[in-house]
């Protein structure tokens, strides 16, 4: 458990003091491989969080086992390295117990959607008001290279030295599955669209959910080059604004329409008819759904916020459960044992 350096034991006051990105920042040695995206998320993040508004004793990061864990050590801030893939368990029961905090799960494309497959999803269909950060590498990096659930079919690793014979898992599609009210993507090579989605997501009330391309330039180095670079990345990717119909381009002069469910490209749409309109806060999931399935070669690849809806969330209910229950007045535990179906066993 790892806590910032300078607590006051909950004791907040009224007048906080305009915190900045150096009051995030640890005294700890980063130790991730010079050159890993992960140094691009951790700094917009240590951006990001001063514009919460939120005390750095009121803010808590849990993550799980993998090179993206080591992340609590580097944000000053309270903080918990847990165990492989139960982050989104651990960040679900201090939410519930203490829900005044702001509560960060950070995960990767193996301890979250592996080993941790099952807690991810119970978490985000709860819609726990949690933000979890899913870096995305396509490669499990801190064991040195082994093919990753989200690794591209055929890839040859360390433990498929004749290519992956299983289907990539697609982050995206399994957060709107699962019913997450807040989805989003971005690479951590856009820093200023990286910060973007990350302030937005923290802010959403509910489960937020971003998936992060972050490169590992030891183990599966460029793996979004093709598409993420800054040269080409206009042309390659789409970005996801609400309310607007989707374009790209250098110029926004290609566009997305639809025919029936599949998606096609416009080049040189002269105006915005016929262009599909961007709804991120449709409650229908479908539309989201076809742009997940949007990917290169075949399409630019889209980033941005996918869906934003409201909704109830799980630690609202339980408090409110809670507060009932309370409001009921004082119980007996001996009668509350005896009640309802007991036994006599002789």
């Not at 990105?21 to 991730?32: A, G, I, L, P, S």
């Not at 726990?128 to 989200?150: A, C, E, H, M, W």
Request: hydrophobic share 40%; proline share 6%; net charge negative.
């Amino acid at each position: 458990m790892t806590a910032p350096t300078t607590p006051n034991d909950g004791l907040i006051s009224p007048d906080l003091p305009v915190l900045t990105r150096k009051d995030f920042v640890t005294d700890q040695e980063v130790r991730w491989c010079p050159g890993c995206g992960d140094y691009s998320i951790l700094a917009q993040m240590q951006k990001m969080l001063p514009d919460l508004g939120v005390p750095r004793e009121q803010i808590v990061f849990i993550s799980g086992i993998g090179c993206s864990s080591r992340f609590p050590y580097y944000v000053n801030t309270y903080g918990f390295h847990s165990i492989h893939g139960r982050a989104p368990t651990i960040a679900t029961g201090l939410k519930t117990a203490r829900p005044e905090l702001k509560v960060f799960v950070i995960t990767g494309d193996g301890d979250g959607l592996s080993i941790g497959g099952n807690h991810l999803l119970h978490a985000m269909r709860r819609n726990i008001d949690l933000t979890i950060v899913l870096f995305n590498n396509r490669i499990y990096g801190l064991t040195k290279g082994q093919y990753s659930p989200t690794s591209e079919f055929g890839k040859i690793t360390k433990s498929s030295p004749y290519g992956t014979t299983e289907r990539p898992l697609n982050p995206i599609r399994i957060a709107l599955a699962a019913g997450a009210t807040f989805v989003a993507r971005s690479v951590d090579r856009d820093t200023k669209h990286l910060e973007e989605m990350l302030y937005l997501a923290a802010k959403h009330r509910g489960v937020s959910f971003v998936e992060v391309y972050q490169n590992c330039n030891i183990f599966n180095d460029g793996a979004f080059a093709a598409f993420a670079e800054k040269e080409v990345r206009a042309d390659r990717m789409i970005y996801l604004e609400h309310g607007k119909p989707l374009r790209f381009g250098k110029e926004n002069q290609h566009g997305i329409r639809l025919n029936g469910f599949t998606p096609e490209i416009v080049e040189n749409a002269a105006t915005d008819d016929g262009l599909l309109v961007h709804d991120a806060h449709a409650e229908n999931i479908t539309l989201a759904n076809i742009l997940v399935g949007m990917d290169y070669p075949d399409f630019p690849v889209p980033i941005g916020v996918f869906r934003d809806v409201d909704a109830p969330t799980f630690d609202q209910l339980v408090q409110q459960q809670v507060e009932e229950a309370m409001a009921r007045g004082k119980g007996s535990l001996e009668a509350a044992l005896r009640t309802g179906e007991t036994w006599v066993v002789e």
